[in-house]
Structure formats: structure tokens, C-alpha cells
């Protein structure tokens, strides 16, 4: 299954660009809210699978009407380090768990549009981002993909002067700024991937390939943080996770390179699509 928020109402992707409204084509058993989804999650998924997707009388969708398929999380969680080769262009050492940080929920927004530059030094990462669909807590690995509602692609905008500014980092504060955290285009169930856990993501500046990786070098895959993270706190449906990203952000290169006004930003994951943002001024500093 394939959904998507057209417009803030909950869709079901029917073909290679044609979605149908849920709400519309469930006579009402369903509502519009795509948030209200993930408290019936097991009853979406049964619905939707009881469907021939073929028969259904699917439209046509601009992007620019495509918004976050995970809208309000009420905890989202981030992990840093979570590659060898990014741990390495950070100069730091490989974790032994997981390190957790938060992006702030407002700073979520769509797969498309603009995103407006802070002052400061604003870096790409993208990453896989997990969302949850049942209850977890204290949840083993091998049960934690059946407590997954989907997987869809994030960005991971952090302004890196405010991230490593103090004595102690300011991370969530460094990635939490409007528009930072991009999420999209859709969101897709766990099953409708030859193989979850080893998917190709990455990300381009104007055409231009920056970032390019496997799910599968992922130091603590997706069952392995779900597990980690349910054992300290419980995990609700439509909660977001950030993975992490693979190395090639623009922190790690010599010399460093930021995002500017009127960059491209495309984002991928093979299996789910791509996200495009476009990097705009400050207005407030306009003519300063």
C-alpha cells in the first residue's frame, strides 16, 4: 500500500500517478485527516488490501499538492552517526548505540517547495524515515517491522553553525528551523518492497550528485533502533523516525560546502520517489 497527503486528505496511490481520496472511496468508513490514520491503522490496511486498485477511477496529482504523509507526530526522533562513512567525514567515532536527537514537529513540512535559508552554514542529509503504525514498547527486533506503518523520504536540514555552537552541541535546535525537516512523497508499507532493509537513497544540488548509499550500511538498522528506542520510551502510531544519512553532506568536504539561494535540492529513495526543494533568501534580510 501507497498513501499520500493531497491537499492535507488522506489518499491511496492506484497507479504509477493516479490516487484516489480514502474518505471518498471507503463511503465515509474512513475520514479525510491523513493523522487519524495511524490510530486505525490495522483497519486501513485490511481495507485497502480488500480492494482491486485497478477498478477504482484514480486522478492525476500535481506534486506541488502533495504535503508530509506523517503530519503530526506526537514525538519525532533523529539518529546521528548511523553510517561508518559519515561517522568518518564527521571525524567521530562509530557509536555503540544509537545516538537520538529531536527535530522539533514544526519544523515538518512536504516533499516540495521552498525552503527559506537562516543565517548560518545550512547542510543537506538525506535519510530514510520510518513511521510507526502499532503500539511499541520494549519491542524485540525480530517483531519490530510489524509495528512499521511505512517508509517514505526525509531531509535532514541542519545549520551547522547553530548545531556545534556552545559547549554542548545544539542539535535539535541546529535542525528544527521552518521547512527543515521535508518529508515525503509518500508513504509506503514495509511489503511493498523486494527487500526493506537494503534500499539506494541520495541526493543531488542542481543536478549535481552529492550523496548516494545504501539502507544496508546502516549501523543500527530500522528493527534495531525501533527496538532500542521502545525499551526507553513507548513508540505511537505516527511517530517519526529519522534514520540517518550516508556520508557526502557538505560538513564533511574539503573545502565545506553549504546550500545557497537557488539551489536545487533532490532527494531519492528507490521504491518510494523523490522529494524537491528549493532553496529561497530570507526575506527579513532582504537589501542588508
Same mark, same amino acid.
Given at each position: 500500500m501507497r498513501l499520500a497527503n493531497v491537499d492535507g486528505r488522506l489518499n491511496l496511490v492506484t497507479g504509477a500517478d493516479t490516487l484516489v481520496d480514502v474518505h471518498t472511496a471507503s463511503a465515509g468508513r474512513f475520514g479525510p485527516d491523513v493523522a487519524e490514520a495511524f490510530q486505525?491503522? @490495522?483497519?486501513?490496511?485490511?481495507?485497502?488490501?480488500?480492494?482491486?486498485? *485497478?477498478?477504482? /477511477?484514480?486522478?492525476?496529482?500535481?506534486?506541488?499538492?502533495?504535503?508530509? &504523509?506523517?503530519?503530526? &507526530?506526537?514525538?519525532? #526522533?533523529?539518529?546521528?552517526?548511523?553510517?561508518?562513512e559519515h561517522a568518518a567525514e564527521s571525524k567521530l567515532d562509530v557509536p555503540d548505540s544509537p545516538t537520538v536527537f529531536t527535530?522539533?514537529?514544526?519544523?515538518?513540512?512536504?516533499?516540495?517547495? @521552498?525552503?527559506?535559508?537562516?543565517?548560518? @552554514?545550512?547542510?543537506?542529509?538525506?535519510?530514510?524515515? *520510518?513511521?510507526?503504525?502499532?503500539?511499541?514498547?520494549?519491542?524485540?527486533?525480530?517483531?519490530?517491522?510489524?509495528? +512499521?506503518?511505512?517508509?517514505?523520504?526525509?531531509? @535532514?536540514?541542519?545549520?551547522?553553525?547553530?548545531?556545534?555552537?556552545? &559547549? *554542548?552541541?545544539?542539535?535539535?535546535?541546529?535542525?528544527?528551523?521552518?521547512? #527543515?525537516? &521535508?518529508?515525503? /512523497? +509518500?508513504? +509506503?508499507?514495509?511489503?511493498?518492497?523486494p527487500d526493506k532493509d537494503d534500499l539506494e537513497l541520495g541526493c543531488s544540488i542542481n543536478g549535481e550528485q552529492v550523496q548516494k548509499g545504501r539502507t544496508s550500511a546502516m549501523v543500527f538498522p530500522v528493527p534495531a533502533l525501533i527496538a532500542r528506542l521502545s525499551?526507553?520510551? /513507548?513508540?505511537?502510531?505516527?511517530?517519526?523516525?529519522?534514520?540517518g544519512t550516508p556520508s557526502g553532506v557538505g560538513l564533511g568536504r574539503s573545502p565545506q560546502r553549504f546550500l545557497s539561494a537557488g539551489d536545487e535540492l533532490v532527494s531519492y529513495i528507490t521504491g518510494i520517489g523523490e522529494m524537491r526543494q528549493r532553496m529561497v533568501p530570507n526575506p527579513a534580510k532582504a537589501g542588508v
Open positions: 486505525r491503522w @490495522d483497519e486501513l490496511v485490511e481495507w485497502a488490501g480488500s480492494l482491486d486498485l *485497478a477498478a477504482l /477511477p484514480g486522478e492525476s496529482v500535481e506534486p506541488a499538492r502533495l504535503g508530509n &504523509p506523517a503530519p503530526q &507526530p506526537r514525538q519525532v #526522533f533523529a539518529i546521528g552517526l548511523n553510517y561508518v527535530k522539533f514537529a514544526s519544523s515538518l513540512t512536504g516533499p516540495n517547495g @521552498d525552503v527559506v535559508l537562516p543565517e548560518g @552554514d545550512v547542510d543537506w542529509e538525506v535519510e530514510l524515515v *520510518a513511521v510507526i503504525g502499532r503500539y511499541a514498547e520494549n519491542v524485540a527486533e525480530d517483531q519490530a517491522w510489524s509495528h +512499521v506503518a511505512g517508509l517514505t523520504i526525509g531531509q @535532514d536540514l541542519s545549520e551547522r553553525r547553530l548545531q556545534l555552537s556552545g &559547549p *554542548a552541541p545544539q542539535f535539535s535546535l541546529g535542525k528544527s528551523h521552518r521547512g #527543515f525537516g &521535508p518529508i515525503g /512523497p +509518500v508513504l +509506503v508499507t514495509p511489503d511493498e518492497f525499551a526507553v520510551t /513507548p513508540l505511537l502510531p505516527g511517530d517519526v523516525i529519522f534514520t
